[in-house]
Nanobody, 125 residues
């Protein structure tokens, strides 16, 4: 069973940057597609970025393209989400998740088996 722990959230002003990290233990990260999701109050959880196990394929939510960069370091069992030019609309709790079917670039919350506890991002205007 993979255990995921996010870090790096916080309060930032509009236009600022944050780098979220996801540390995995109890498994080999290269066995999983990794996703970053976010959930704002009163809204559904949505996929922000997804990265394939081999790192060569990525997906981004349209609003994050050009601002967010997902990456992973399989050797160190880490995944990252670099977020630049942040906007108040990016405020949410961000989660990393692991999907064991490596053939899919899953974007649905229900496709991911393992989840971290979340890290809160607040962007002030």
């Amino acid at each position: 069973q993979v255990h995921l722990v996010e870090s790096g959230g916080g309060l930032v002003q509009t236009g600022g940057s944050l780098r979220l990290s996801c540390a995995a233990s109890g498994g080999t990260l290269s066995d999983y597609t990794m996703g970053w999701f976010r959930q704002a109050p009163g809204k559904e959880r949505e996929a922000v970025a997804v990265i394939s196990y081999h790192t060569t394929t990525t997906y981004y939510l349209r609003s994050g393209k050009g601002r967010f960069t997902v990456s992973r370091d399989n050797g160190n069992n880490m995944a990252f989400l670099q977020m630049n030019n942040l906007e108040p609309e990016d405020s949410a709790v961000y989660y990393c998740a692991a999907e064991s079917d490596r053939s899919r670039m899953a974007r649905s919350e229900s496709d991911y088996r393992y989840w971290g506890q979340g890290t809160k991002v607040t962007v002030s205007s």
